[in-house]
């Protein structure tokens, strides 16, 4: 009876011990380190030993694709089926209903081929030329087709921000797939992305910011600042929120102020005063008590003053057109002090003399010529 109660004793023991150990190995190991990939790893490829028998139901898959896709599909489909034919996947193009499909044949043994194949036909129809969207069929690559025409409701603002993402001459959208390693087409209301899962989440991210009027720039300059950090091995488990640069959001559109301002009255439980009736004003003045005509005589005296009033207003309008302005004083000129302070009386007399001797219309003679020339005359005549 002793034996089995010290063995389940122990055993007890044992299992606590183990399960203790366990939880210490948990505690100790990094969450991050358990969910980074090792340097190096690539995923073992899906081949026919790893499902002989093959797949059981057929599956398929179907999209429509706009009118302009279908001279450039009917061109490239012939590629496209060589390519679906490796994964043992059968593709179909139908030109009338303006539709892709692709199901599964006898011959398939990848269940997630047809995934990969739903994909590409998908990628077709965005535009994506084939020589990008057959890329999907390799194991590391994946797509996101994400939708933006709902995002922003007034049209000219949607366009700005979807050119904004597409950059000038495509500056923007080349910077996004050089460090993101993905390729990006936006065509119409949707952004097709195809390339690895992490740079597919980035992607993703910039365009929905970008859509949420956010400048990708700033986005742009986080994923280089990422991109440097994670060549140091010693920063690759650290945070990075030191490094990575913060943009606040800065509304430079000032808020207009309205004309009128309501102050709110301050709250108080009790209601406000009731307001005094017709009969109440009548009965604090004394009129309810006046008889009728008593009262008729009243308002038309009110009604004459007021009517005089209102006439000695409009003859007041009326005398202001008759008054004249108010002219400003004329300042007179005052005439400069002449600046000869004596006048010089012989001069005027040799003037005067002068304007004797001349003749209107003769040139000026001289005193002593014409003195000379009398002379000589009277001693002719003798």
């Not at 535009?127 to 057959?134: D, G, K, N, R, T």
């Not at 950059?167 to 990006?184: D, F, H, I, M, R």
């Not at 800065?250 to 301050?266: G, I, Q």
């Amino acid at each position: 009876m002793i034996l089995p109660a010290v063995r389940t004793i122990c055993c007890n023991l044992l299992i606590t011990l183990v399960l203790f150990w366990f939880a210490l190995l948990l505690v100790t190991v990094d969450e991050s380190e358990l969910l980074t990939v090792p340097d190096g790893w690539k995923e073992v490829p899906f081949t026919r030993e790893d499902n002989p028998r093959g797949l059981l139901e057929e599956s398929s898959f179907a999209t429509l694709f706009p009118k302009y896709r279908e001279a450039y599909l009917k061109e490239c489909w012939p590629l496209v089926q060589k390519a679906l034919g490796e994964l043992y996947i059968k593709g179909t193009l139908d030109l009338i209903e303006g539709s892709m499909t692709v199901s599964t044949t006898k011959k398939a043994f990848d269940p997630y081929a047809i995934v990969r194949a739903r994909d590409l036909i998908k990628l077709l129809a965005r535009s994506v030329p084939f020589e990008q969207a057959v890329r999907i069929l390799q194991d590391d690559m994946a797509c996101d087709i994400i939708k933006i025409g709902t995002l922003v409701r007034n049209r000219e603002r949607f366009v700005k921000r979807r050119q904004r993402l597409i950059g000038p001459k495509g500056s923007t959208l080349k910077a996004l797939e050089l460090l993101t390693s993905c390729y990006v087409m936006v065509q119409g209301n949707t952004v097709s992305a195809l390339g690895p899962f992490s740079g597919l989440k980035e992607v993703r991210k910039v365009v929905m910011d970008t859509m949420k009027n956010i400048h990708p720039i700033y986005n742009i300059k986080a994923l280089m600042i990422k991109r440097e950090l994670a060549k140091d091995p010693e920063l690759r488990t650290q945070s990075w929120d030191r490094f990575l640069p913060s943009f606040k959001h800065k509304n430079l559109a000032k808020r207009k102020e309205p004309k009128k301002k309501t102050v709110k009255k301050e709250y108080t439980p009790f209601p406000p005063p009731q307001p005094e009736s017709q009969i109440d004003k009548e009965l604090a003045t004394g009129e309810f008590f006046l008889r009728e005509n008593q009262k008729r005589r009243k308002k038309m005296e009110e009604i004459k003053v007021k009517q005089a009033e209102a006439l000695s207003r409009k003859q007041e309008e009326r005398n202001k057109a008759f008054i004249p302005p108010k002219e400003k004083p004329a300042v007179k000129k005052q005439k400069k002090a002449s600046t000869e302070g004596k006048i010089d009386i012989e001069a005027i007399k040799d003037k005067v003399k002068k304007a004797k001797n001349k003749k209107l219309g003769a040139p000026p003679v001289n005193v002593a010529t014409a003195t000379t020339a009398g002379s000589e005359k009277k001693m002719k005549n003798r």
